[in-house]
């Protein structure tokens, strides 16, 4: 049985600009962690619904990428990004207010984020923990590029092979144990409007959840 479901919100309510119109917001809520991060926001182009998502990060209220310059058309790219950004603003308050998310979406602030934790230095003993748990995971690597240690813990799917989203809770119940540390998991990756996120995804991420960055003397 899976332990999240998917939360879809209507856009409707929201103005359609002259070339893009968004129409919903897709989020996880996970069983016991509440909202996701991120959410997927299905958008039209001209009346026409994309096979693609827009991923947004929820903390932040902002979009984390953008269309690709052959779906421009004749659309300055400084006429989306502009658009881009006043659409995200009324999206977050629109699923701020839906009844469907019934536990606060995570703010980064109330978690202590730090844009300079990646300077914090790397929890060493928190990685080789997480190293000698995948090593139950094959299909599974740590992404030394991508991680921030200790506030964020990056893994990522190296062979093409069935996985389960299971896995990725498994695998932070299974470091909280080594570490004390609680995490926040999120996940995702490329998927179309019929794909099981569960069966999809090809990247995770463990938030430390009481991270605070030691400040130097």
Request: glycine share 6%; with cysteine.
């Amino acid at each position: 049985m899976s332990i999240f479901e998917k939360r879809i919100i209507d856009l409707t309510g929201l103005q359609n600009y002259e070339f893009i119109q968004f129409l919903r917001v897709e989020i996880l809520d996970v069983q016991g962690y509440g909202p996701a991060f991120f959410g997927q926001v299905r958008y039209a182009l001209n009346g026409v619904e994309q096979d693609e998502s827009l991923p947004m990060d929820l903390g932040k209220g902002i979009f984390i990428a953008t269309l690709r310059d052959d779906q421009l058309g004749d659309i300055p790219r400084e006429t989306l990004e502009k658009t881009l950004q006043e659409a995200a603003v009324k999206i977050i308050e629109i699923v701020r207010k839906n009844p469907n998310i019934q536990t606060p979406l995570p703010d980064y602030d109330y978690l202590m984020y730090d844009k300079d934790c990646s300077e914090e230095k790397v929890d060493k003993t928190t990685v080789t923990a997480l190293e000698n748990i995948l090593k139950d995971y094959p299909y599974l690597k740590y992404d030394e590029l991508y991680s921030k240690p200790p506030d964020v813990l990056k893994c990522r799917v190296t062979v093409n092979r069935p996985r389960r989203a299971d896995d990725i809770f498994e695998i932070e119940h299974r470091l909280r144990d080594d570490t004390g540390e609680k995490y926040i998991v999120t996940y995702g990756g490329s998927s179309g409007p019929g794909d099981n996120l569960d069966e999809v995804w090809s990247t995770f991420s463990l938030r430390k959840f009481d991270f605070q960055p030691t400040k130097s003397k």
